[in-house]
């Protein structure tokens, strides 16, 4: 069983991305490179 430490989607999850949200027309969305940047940060392998 993995612990919370160990489980890189729970890491993913935890974090704050709430100033990164950018709006366009009537849809919020997180830019392709900043997710992908925190996905690479948060996965060194």
């Given at each position: 069983?993995?612990?919370q430490s160990s489980n890189?989607?729970?890491r993913l999850?935890?974090?704050d991305v709430a100033r990164y949200v950018e709006?366009?027309?009537?849809f919020n969305y997180l830019s392709w490179p900043y997710a992908?940047?925190?996905?690479r940060l948060t996965d060194a392998q």
């Open positions: 069983m993995e612990t890189p989607f729970r999850f935890e974090i709006k366009k027309g009537q992908v940047a925190q996905l």
